[in-house]
C-alpha cells in the first residue's frame, strides 16, 4: 500500500482495517497523546486508558505491548513515554 505522515510518524497503511479506519491500537496510541496534552503532559494509567477508550484493561495491557514492540511507546515502571516526543512544562506555555 503505502504510508503516511500522523504526528509526524511515518505510519503504514497495513495498520488500517479493510475498511479504511485505524487499527484499535493506534487509536489507543492517539488517545494517550490526547490526554497528556490535556492534562498538560503526564500520560494515563492503564485504568484511565481503559475507562476513556471503553476496553478492557486486558485489551489495553496487549495495544501497549504492541506499542512497546513497535517502537511508538516506552514503559518504565508502569510510566508511558511515548517516543520521539517531548514535555513542555506548562508555565512556557503562552495562553
Request: aromatic share 10%; glycine share 6%.
Amino acid at each position: 500500500m503505502g504510508t503516511i505522515t500522523l504526528m509526524t510518524r511515518e505510519i503504514d497503511l497495513t495498520y488500517y482495517t479493510r475498511k479504511g479506519e485505524l487499527r484499535s491500537r493506534f487509536r489507543t496510541y492517539y488517545w494517550i497523546i490526547e490526554y497528556a496534552k490535556k492534562s498538560t503532559g503526564p500520560t494515563p494509567t492503564v485504568a484511565e486508558i481503559a475507562n476513556g477508550r471503553r476496553l478492557s484493561r486486558t485489551t489495553i495491557r496487549q495495544h501497549l505491548a504492541e506499542l512497546v514492540d513497535m517502537g511508538y511507546i516506552k514503559l518504565h515502571e508502569g510510566k508511558i513515554s511515548v517516543v520521539n516526543s517531548k514535555w513542555i512544562p506548562p508555565s512556557t506555555l503562552r495562553p
